[in-house]
């Protein structure tokens, strides 16, 4: 706390008082590395976007440059989801909804890019230890067979290139909706 404290003491001094223009530049960002939107995330958004009828094909093309003005201010999901409220007839709660699936598959998608561009190659399923389910008050059996099949994967090794192939598909941790897995990357020796 002390820490803060000192930031924002020092950011708003009574000697000098920032104005509300100031503000933003005096306040700390996250730097984001714009290479890492390759074509292979962008094909994947692309893909995701298209495959929700609620976002509809004329929406497709802006949805997209939204999603990838959000992942270039660092994972912006607020300025997505708005977004995606503007479409007519989308429910907030599907927006929401939405959002977190695209942003945490592009996610994954510029992770596992980055992982082999840095030569790793092999990488350690961690189970979060919290159901991997879109809702888990009310899980379908979907849900359940998901949850169950990520919590068997826990600790087992996979080729980040691959993925892992849950019930016939390529997966890795984070990517399928409602999935809080991670992944530890296991070092060369």
């Not at 008082?17 to 290479?35: F, G, I, R, W, Y």
């Not at 094909?43 to 949805?63: H, P, R, T, Y």
Request: aromatic share 4%.
């Amino acid at each position: 706390m002390f820490g803060l404290k000192k930031f924002f003491t020092k950011l708003v001094s009574t000697d000098e008082q920032a104005s509300a223009e100031e503000l933003p530049n005096q306040m700390p960002t996250v730097k984001v590395d714009k290479s890492r939107l390759t074509p292979a995330v962008k094909a994947q958004l692309k893909k995701d976007i298209a495959s929700f009828a609620e976002i509809g094909k004329k929406n497709e093309a802006k949805v997209l440059a939204t999603a990838l003005e959000a992942l270039n201010r660092g994972r912006d999901m607020a300025h997505l989801s708005s977004g995606l409220m503007t479409i007519d007839g989308m429910p907030k709660n599907c927006a929401h909804r939405i959002t977190r699936l695209l942003v945490n598959r592009a996610d994954v998608i510029m992770t596992v890019e980055h992982r082999l561009t840095l030569g790793m190659s092999e990488a350690k399923w961690i189970y979060a230890k919290a159901p991997c389910m879109h809702d888990p008050t009310n899980p379908s059996k979907a849900d359940i067979k998901r949850d169950a099949a990520h919590s068997a994967l826990d600790g087992k090794t996979f080729d980040i290139a691959k993925g892992m192939v849950v019930d016939g598909v390529a997966t890795w941790p984070g990517f399928d909706e409602g999935c809080k897995c991670v992944s530890r990357t296991i070092l060369p020796d």
